[in-house]
């Protein structure tokens, strides 16, 4: 996939856009430049949602992406006033949901986590651990199963104060996950 002049790059296929859409990236980016250029990003997914029949997700989906794609927003930035920026990393293990929740917690973190300390603040048993990170932000990872009968792993720190610390820490957390998944199938 190719990216635009302001440097994004679609996370999904215009194929895929389409088929569930019923348009291409282009054909978005025509339709929302005529008439979502003075919109907030909550007011533009409603319309999406309200008014194009789309689901939430992808009414975040074309929302976010349009705005990446016009440069009113940076890739992983939040869609909110405090301009933060959102690292996330995922990764599938062959292990029950209630593994790597325990692996959350200390001493089990301290093995194969970025350099820092997790408070867990809160969650569900065997579906999410969320918490403050002491680097900066806060972590909500949540657990499932996907087709395949894995536990998947979706990690997102939140938070985050610039474009650079952003690409830092989804490089330490692809990388941690990595290290669960080797600790935990081992």
Same mark, same amino acid.
């Given at each position: 996939?190719?990216?635009?002049?302001?440097?994004?790059?679609?996370?999904?296929?215009?194929?895929?856009?389409?088929?569930?859409?019923?348009?291409?990236?282009?054909?978005?980016?025509?339709?929302?430049?005529?008439?979502?250029?003075?919109?907030?990003?909550?007011?533009?997914?409603?319309?999406?949602?309200?008014?194009?029949?789309?689901?939430?997700?992808?009414?975040?989906?074309?929302?976010?992406?349009?705005?990446?794609?016009?440069?009113?927003?940076?890739?992983?930035?939040?869609?909110?006033?405090?301009?933060?920026?959102? *690292?996330? +990393?995922? %990764?599938?293990?062959?292990?029950?949901? &209630?593994?790597?929740? =325990?692996?959350?917690? #200390?001493? !089990?973190?301290?093995?194969?986590?970025?350099?820092?300390?997790?408070?867990?603040?809160?969650?569900?048993?065997?579906?999410?651990?969320?918490?403050?990170?002491?680097?900066?932000?806060?972590?909500?990872?949540?657990?499932?199963?996907?087709?395949?009968?894995?536990?998947?792993?979706?990690?997102?720190?939140?938070?985050? *104060?610039? +474009?650079? %610390?952003?690409?830092?820490?989804?490089? &330490?957390?692809?990388? =941690?996950?990595?290290? #669960?998944? !080797?600790?935990?199938?081992?």
């Amino acid at each position: 996939m190719e990216s635009n002049e302001q440097g994004w790059t679609p996370t999904v296929s215009d194929e895929a856009v389409a088929r569930a859409t019923g348009k291409t990236w282009g054909e978005w980016r025509a339709d929302l430049d005529g008439w979502a250029i003075g919109l907030d990003h909550t007011t533009l997914a409603r319309r999406l949602r309200e008014e194009h029949g789309l689901s939430g997700w992808w009414a975040q989906m074309v929302s976010g992406s349009w705005e990446m794609m016009t440069g009113r927003r940076d890739p992983h930035q939040r869609a909110c006033a405090d301009g933060k920026y959102q *690292a996330s +990393a995922s %990764k599938a293990v062959a292990v029950e949901p &209630e593994a790597v929740e =325990a692996a959350f917690e #200390l001493p !089990d973190f301290a093995e194969w986590a970025p350099e820092g300390l997790f408070t867990r603040t809160s969650g569900t048993p065997g579906k999410s651990v969320n918490g403050t990170w002491s680097e900066g932000g806060r972590l909500s990872v949540w657990l499932g199963r996907n087709a395949a009968g894995k536990t998947q792993i979706s990690l997102s720190h939140e938070g985050v *104060a610039d +474009a650079d %610390k952003c690409e830092h820490w989804k490089r &330490e957390w692809r990388a =941690a996950l990595a290290r #669960l998944k !080797d600790r935990l199938e081992g």
